[in-house]
């Protein structure tokens, strides 16, 4: 589903921000990506939604190998991706129900389709009432979950998040880590990126940790890798 191997990124001017890392995460798993600011993190899941290619190693993902992805491809191997900002990327001039809308509009569904689709991603975040709101209307809850049925809405099977509750009081987080639960419970793989470790500590699933590029821990051995 998601693999990684032998992956490094180096910026230009010699800045290292991965180095030589490996890691899998299975169809349908839930996991955390942890670090200090810096870590490496959001390079990592650029990597991965392809906002950004490895200097060196290899990214699989949906069994695609992404250094063979032609940049016509792109958007459609990232119609297998969703990708949710800490920041939610809304776009503030239009509609809760068109800023979901919009990858379906990229992709060319009908209206019909549209707004099936658009209709049933709200519901699953409990916004189904605020289709017609525009984002300066909702809270900051109201807009991440925004972000999210705009990320589901194309049903992809591979959800990443970066810092989706950075901006989040403990009980709006936990909402949020919930509806990324109910999404696992039927099968999505989740990957969520923060630094937030009381969180990461209140729950059970696998964490990935990344100190100054390196993958310290993948969550299924201790020790450093090469070791």
């Known amino acids: 589903m998601i693999r990684f191997n032998k992956v490094s990124k180096t910026y230009p001017g010699g800045i290292v921000a991965l180095n030589n890392v490996n890691f899998s995460i299975a169809a349908g798993e839930m996991a955390f990506l942890t670090g200090h600011s810096g870590a490496g993190k959001s390079t990592l899941l650029k990597l ?6 490895p200097s060196n190693g290899s990214v699989h ?12 491809q792109i958007p459609y191997v990232r119609r297998g991706i969703g990708m949710i900002f800490q920041n939610h990327n809304l776009l503030m001039d239009r509609t809760v129900f068109d800023n979901v809308a919009l990858p379906l509009i990229i992709e060319g569904c009908s209206h019909k389709e549209i707004k099936k689709r658009v209709d049933a991603a709200l519901d699953k975040v409990h916004l189904g009432n605020k289709l017609r709101c525009f984002p300066n209307m909702l809270s900051g809850g109201e807009q991440q ?5 705009r990320a589901l809405v194309n049903k992809p099977p591979i959800l990443l998040a970066d810092e989706p509750t950075g901006n989040l009081d403990p009980k709006l987080s936990l909402e949020i880590i919930k509806l990324f639960e109910e999404f696992n419970d039927v099968g999505v793989a989740v990957l969520i990126a923060t630094h937030d470790l009381g969180l990461i500590a209140r729950l059970k699933y ?22």
Do not use: H, P
């Open 145 to 149: 979950r925004v972000g999210i049925a």
């Open 61 to 72: 993902i949906n069994g695609i190998d992404l250094s063979q992805v032609t940049y016509q």
């Open 48 to 53: 991965m939604s392809l906002m950004e290619k």
């Open 206 to 227: 696998r964490t990935l940790t990344l100190k100054q590029g390196a993958m310290i821990n993948d969550g299924l051995f201790e020790g450093l890798q090469g070791e």
